[in-house]
């Protein structure tokens, strides 16, 4: 098993529709959550972090996070082309490990 | 504040070559972490460093190291390199190592 596992992909939706993106963690003391975005060619860029159970909200992001699952996700709401990229689950029980990543398309 | 730095962009080298990879953090970060990253096998941690003392450190073969200077600026090196380590190394800086924040990363080429 994975220590950090993403839903497989790739994922395309239209534009103006939810995007869905799941990850699931092994260590289960695991206390810090992030969302990295990728855009072809570039560096990972830090779109969300999350530490508490529930839901955090920052623009068209929410971050979800249940531990006891030990589950998180990410929802981009009224998804634009521009979110079109690789979208990276990370998790830091003591040091950082990334997910495989899950491309999203988004249709105009 | 500007961004982390990671220089050289682009590196081509031999193997059995070593290499030396530089980083310059965010100002005001003291942690500073190294991943490679790979189409097979995505982001993976090399090491942290958090105030010139070594935190951290994941599942690579001796030969690769690095190194942190009293002005939070980094280096990594790889010796006697192999095919299989031709890839991005990316740099990444954060206040407490929670969040972080990467550089461009240098993209290596071992022929």
């Known amino acids: 098993q994975k220590e950090v596992e993403q839903n497989s992909g790739p ?10 993106l799941n990850c699931t963690y092994s260590d289960r003391g695991s206390q810090s959550f992030f969302w990295y975005r990728q855009y072809s060619g570039k560096s990972p860029e830090l779109i969300m972090s999350i530490y508490s159970n529930g839901d955090k909200e920052d623009g068209r992001f929410t971050a979800q996070l249940n531990k006891a699952s030990q589950y998180v996700s990410l929802l981009i709401r009224d998804s634009q082309p521009s979110d079109s990229a690789t979208y990276l689950c990370a998790v830091n029980p003591n040091d950082m490990r990334f997910g495989a990543g899950t491309r999203l398309t988004v249709k105009p | 504040k500007a961004g982390v730095t ?32 790979t189409p097979g096998q995505g982001l ?12 951290n450190k994941g599942n690579f073969p001796g030969r690769f190291s690095g190194r942190q200077f009293s002005n939070s600026r980094s280096e990594m090196n790889v010796s006697t390199l192999e095919l299989g380590d031709s890839a991005l190394y990316l740099c990444a800086s954060s206040e ?3 969040e972080q924040y990467f550089g461009p990363g240098t993209r290596l080429t071992v022929t």
């Open chain 1, 11 to 20: 994922l395309s939706v239209p534009e103006g529709a939810i995007a869905s």
């Open chain 2, 6 to 37: 990671q220089t050289p962009r682009y590196l081509i080298k031999t193997r059995g070559q070593q290499v030396t990879l530089s980083c310059s953090p965010i100002s005001g970060h003291r942690s500073v972490s190294w991943y490679q990253q």
């Open chain 2, 44 to 55: 993976q941690f090399l090491f942290e460093y958090f105030s010139e003392t070594q935190r």
């Open chain 2, 96 to 98: 407490s190592g929670y």
